[in-house]
């Protein structure tokens, strides 16, 4: 009896042993690496940056995953010495010039949140040697690609600052060693972590309009302003109307410059916000009633989920006049500055009044993932809306600018919005896009889907003798693609302007599909490598569903949108 029961157990071992064998060869199936232990060259190789990877990762052995987390401790690492660096150098604010505080307090934002970043990257990764899910690996990409982009915008910062070479110096050099490592990082977690993705192809799916439930109205509403909220409920442009779903709302306040509702400035009802609120426990509501509010807005990172609402284009609009030759960053020269997750806003004017002479004046700067902008306008000449990093969707917006008026390294889609190049500077020309993608394996990208691109009304008489393009690469990775537009005459037949010399034309990737109108003929556009004339199964690549992962988040906003190509 014993005898059997050993060969029982005997056998009952070998069948298991040679079912986790199977299992180890479905998985390999799934993720080749998963198994694979190769010394660093192997890995290393297909990084920009190969041999600082081998230098960090020395002569031992591993796979993908062991060599990953190496980096991203490294990464996590050198992050915190930055921040404590740029922290060291603000101590002593008296022997530095104002345009070096301000571009060492933009750092100093940036690093934090890199910090932060890099933190939620490692600990979802640290135990994990397999894909993660789709979703989560859209997260985390979204998050390491916001990392480099932090660093060049510090260092863009930077280099505006013509005094304290020594701290220029100092920083920029860290800046650029940690940029290489934190390129070497995401290039591993790519490779390790991130399934390969499926692009579909199907038909629009369309998303639900705005309304209220389970809210409740705030209690120090006037009749005036219940008034005024119930109005804009039921006649606002799409806006609080729905078929059969319902945006969940947990609070209500209204912004009212005569005092008739909860508060007289936008900045003190974001302060009474809660903060950290989680995703799917409904939106902290502000209602912002009919005026012109010159504030300066910035909604920290903690501040999730808010919606601000107002009463319409042109009726409640925030406005600022800060910019870079005022002393200004181009980072901190934002009218309106978010980047708390979760962002809605609709039916609100964005604006910088600084004018054309004034160079680089942002209206609006967005780095909030998942921030959802509907029926609102930005209106400004240089640098108008900064798209600046995480995932961002624009639906029915107007776009007022010049040169570089939309520009950023966030993953962007503007969809059903009208762009309106204005009247530059004499000897300028208008740039509409102006992507900062710095590295192949960040996620971004701007894609602008059934726009209409026309003159602005001080720019209509002069578009004979003003050249205006669809975009320039302010970085050596940009990508921008335009599908399914109109565009007007304005548009240079060339399409593209060069940014300097042969810079980026063979890395970029700019790409055109199914536009039309006078100025969407492709037959004289620029034979740059990186330009491309596209088909729907690329064009596939840049809408809502695959570029964005739409379809997990903008339900839950209430905004229309389609999520695939027109047809």
């Given amino acids: 009896m014993a005898f059997k029961l050993m060969s029982l157990f005997s056998f009952t071992g070998s069948v298991f042993l040679l079912l986790s064998f199977f299992a180890l060869l479905s998985l390999a199936a799934d993720n080749p690496v998963a198994t694979l232990i190769t010394p660093p060259d192997t890995v290393c190789d297909s990084t920009l940056h190969p041999s600082l990877c081998k230098t960090v990762l020395g002569n031992q052995n591993g796979n993908v995953f062991d060599f990953g987390r190496i980096l991203l401790r490294r990464s996590l690492s050198q992050s915190r010495t930055f921040l404590n660096q740029v922290n060291s150098i603000l101590r002593s604010p008296s022997s530095l010039s104002q345009p070096t505080i301000r571009a060492l307090e933009d750092c100093r934002f940036l690093a934090e949140l890199n910090f932060q970043f890099l933190s939620d990257t490692l600990d979802a990764v640290k135990n994990l040697n397999d894909f993660l899910s789709s979703s989560k690996a859209e997260d985390l990409e979204t998050l390491f690609s916001a990392v480099l982009t932090n660093q060049q915008t510090c260092q863009d910062g930077l280099e505006t600052t013509t005094s304290d070479r020594r701290v220029k110096d100092d920083l920029s050099s860290s800046l650029s060693d940690d940029t290489k490592l934190h390129s070497v990082s995401l290039a591993l977690f790519a490779k390790g972590w991130v399934p390969e993705k499926k692009i579909i192809t199907s038909w629009p799916r369309n998303g639900r309009h705005l309304e209220f439930s389970n809210g409740r109205l705030p209690l120090k509403m006037s009749p005036r302003v219940k008034a005024i909220f119930d109005s804009a409920k039921r006649h606002g442009r799409k806006l609080l109307q729905s078929d059969d779903e319902s945006v969940s709302i947990t609070d209500i306040v209204v912004v009212s410059q005569d005092g008739s509702g909860n508060f007289s400035t936008i900045n003190d009802a974001i302060n009474a916000a809660p903060n950290n609120t989680a995703a799917g426990n409904g939106y902290f509501l502000i209602f912002i009633t009919e005026g012109v509010y010159q504030e300066y807005v910035s909604i920290a990172k903690n501040k999730k989920y808010l919606m601000l609402v107002g009463e319409g284009i042109n009726r409640t609009i925030i406005t600022g006049d800060h910019n870079v030759v005022d002393g200004s960053t181009t980072f901190n020269s934002a009218t309106f500055a978010v980047v708390a997750e979760g962002f809605v806003a609709v039916n609100i004017t964005f604006r910088n009044t600084a004018g054309p002479s004034k160079h680089q004046a942002v209206a609006l700067r967005s780095g909030a993932d998942k921030s959802t902008f509907y029926s609102c306008s930005f209106e400004g000449y240089q640098d108008t809306l900064y798209t600046h990093s995480m995932r961002q969707f624009y639906r029915e917006c107007d776009i007022y600018g010049t040169v570089d008026f939309i520009f950023g390294n966030g993953a962007v889609v503007l969809q059903n919005c009208n762009l309106y190049p204005r009247l530059p500077m004499s000897g300028q020309f208008n740039a509409i896009t102006a992507q900062g993608r710095t590295d192949p394996n960040q996620n971004t990208g701007t894609s602008i889907q ?118």
């Fill in 450 to 567: 059934n726009a209409t691109i026309k003159a602005a009304d001080d720019l209509a008489p002069s578009v004979g003798s003003v050249k205006t393009y669809l975009g320039r690469p302010w970085k050596e990775y940009s990508r921008t693609v335009f599908m399914e537009s109109w565009m007007d005459s304005l548009i240079n037949p060339a399409g593209w302007r060069e940014w300097n010399g042969d810079f980026a034309l063979s890395t970029l990737y700019y790409a055109e599909y199914n536009n039309s109108g006078p100025g969407a003929n492709t037959s004289n556009r620029v034979t740059w490598p990186g330009y491309h004339v596209i088909n729907a199964t690329d064009a596939a690549n840049f809408t809502v569903s695959n570029f964005l992962t739409g379809d997990a988040w903008l339900p839950q906003t209430g905004v229309p949108y389609s999520s695939g190509l027109a047809a």
